[in-house]
């Protein structure tokens, strides 16, 4: 093969010179200083180009380096980073900070939060008509009298064999029947209640954004919750999600006792056992299920103060003093978790998550002692034992991981919590729980950013900033989970005092 290319080549190397005229003129000195002036611009683009070569050699050796220290930095064990050590995944989670002035003008505010409240005062109504409804329909219904007077429907009918036929064979609909319930409920009695908002606290995302509205009746201390749903654009339907009884706490120091108005409060836990109500298996996987009121209605609230009696209940020493823990721990490890709130918080998530193989989410007090050691959030012996014995009620030495963490790093309010599932419920439209990373990409928005705003920035630096941080804590990188969301969000909430600011943070990024 090497001798026939070498012919080759001598073959045109020949056929060249034949091609090349006899005789020609010499070139002229206007030619000449062409091509001295071209042979100068070659060689002078050729050392260019041979520095620029060792540049981009050098340059590429230098980002290697530096990208290893990089991945060395963000992803060290967690025991292997002291309490004030900033990651570069700390400092790009501090860029979500920038983002407190409100997005809209004033009166694009005003029309917007109006919108709004028409919108929620809607779909309360619409609960509230169906509720009744409901309530007022089964009363009658479900009336004992209905089945055993069967004098009316004799007279009805004509013949003798058809009147000693058994009931369940005849026809008969309710607005026929001439019985009339001696049921003491009315509609009045019904509206002696009081409204409340509330919403599961769940790992499941599907779970965690159900749009729940209960009912509170004074009549009878009783209580009904129903789930408003959307079906498709135009179609909504109130379901009822706990139907209407007495109910108990089914945890803590009021652990038997009755419901009453005074333990219907923004953060209140309503605790039920699954087994008993017709819910869905995905809150049926544990025995007990909590419910955590949002909101309520005041002025319903101070009405119902005002007129009922004897619905005073004194907060106990021992409910006092538990509080008092709760604030002593987290106080201490609010000083920690100082400026990597982000990181800690939703790596402590993970590690829970991954140690989780039952699915059931509880552990025994020496892997919490383990992860808080982990992660340089230790406290005190004897606050810790304080804090584990009012958490492990039950004395079984089995705490679930989001109680533990929300009891010992606290958590943020109910009025922050609300925009932070309105901005996961706007990427998860489908109520899968999940969200690929892809739309995540498609609906966050860095126009609003400071450092945008200012030039120091661009918009994809921001965005892929705050994506790696994302993508750096979540199980499986192609989607964001509920839970990894709101852990970001638990974490970034730390460092922040006002509430505003805070949901400012998620009106720009998120346009909601």
Not at 196 to 216: K, P, Q
Request: net charge neutral; aromatic share 8%.
């Amino acid at each position: 093969m090497t001798r026939k290319s070498c012919q080759k080549k001598m073959e045109l190397s020949l056929l060249e010179q034949k091609t090349i005229p006899e005789n020609l003129p010499p070139p002229t000195d206007k030619y000449k200083l062409k091509y001295q002036q071209y042979e100068a611009e070659m060689k002078e683009g050729y050392k260019q180009y041979s520095q620029r070569t060792v540049e981009n050699k050098i340059n590429s050796a230098q980002f290697q380096e530096s990208s290893r220290k990089t991945a060395e930095k963000e992803d060290p064990q967690p025991e292997d980073r002291s309490d004030h050590d900033l990651s570069a995944l700390d400092e790009k989670a501090l860029l979500q900070q920038c983002y407190t002035n409100n997005p809209y003008t004033i009166q694009h505010s005003i029309r917007k939060l109006e919108a709004e409240e028409v919108a929620a005062e809607r779909r309360k109504q619409a609960v509230v008509e169906q509720v009744m409804v409901d309530q007022l329909s089964r009363a009658v219904i479900s009336d004992p009298e209905q089945s055993t007077n069967t004098g009316t429907y004799q007279r009805d009918h004509t013949s003798a064999g058809l009147g000693t036929a058994p009931l369940r064979f005849r026809k008969r609909t309710l607005h026929e029947t001439k019985i009339r319930t001696r049921s003491s409920l009315t509609e009045n009695m019904l509206s002696n209640k009081l409204r409340f908002d509330g919403r599961i606290l769940s790992r499941n995302g599907r779970d965690a954004c159900r749009e729940l509205i209960g009912f509170f009746f004074m009549y009878d201390r009783s209580l009904t919750v129903y789930e408003y749903r959307q079906f498709g654009k135009n179609r909504t339907n109130a379901l009822p999600f706990i139907q209407k009884g007495v109910y108990s706490h089914q945890r803590g120091q009021r652990k038997g006792q009755q419901y009453d108005l005074n333990d219907l409060h923004v953060g209140a836990n309503l605790t039920f056992l699954s087994c008993n109500l017709s819910l869905p298996e995905s809150i049926k996987q544990n025995a007990i299920f909590t419910l955590r009121v949002t909101n309520i209605d005041e002025a319903a609230m101070d009405i119902l103060k005002t007129t009922s009696v004897g619905i005073k209940q004194d907060i106990t020493q021992q409910e006092i003093d538990e509080s008092r823990v709760f604030r002593i721990v987290q106080g201490i490890l609010k000083e920690k978790l100082s400026k990597r709130g982000v990181r800690v918080v939703t790596r402590l998530g993970k590690y829970f998550r991954e140690l989780d193989h039952k699915g059931d989410g509880a552990f025994s007090k020496a892997v919490f002692k383990q992860a808080l050691t982990l992660f340089h959030l230790e406290v005190p012996e004897k606050d810790f034992e304080s804090l584990w014995l009012i958490l492990d009620d039950n004395g079984n030495d089995k705490v679930d991981y989001g109680e533990f963490t929300r009891a010992f790093i606290g958590e943020m309010n109910e009025y922050r919590k609300t925009f932070v599932r309105k901005a996961y419920m706007k990427l998860d439209f489908n109520k899968t729980g999940r969200v690929p990373m892809v739309d995540i990409r498609k609906c966050y928005c860095a126009k609003k950013h400071s450092q945008v705003l200012s030039g120091d920035a661009t918009e994809e630096e921001i965005k892929s900033s705050f994506l790696e941080t994302l993508e750096h804590v979540c199980s499986n990188p192609s989607e964001v989970s509920y839970c990894e969301f709101e852990d970001y969000y638990e974490g970034l909430s730390i460092e922040i005092m006002d509430d505003e600011d805070f949901v400012n943070i998620l009106k720009n990024a998120w346009g909601i």
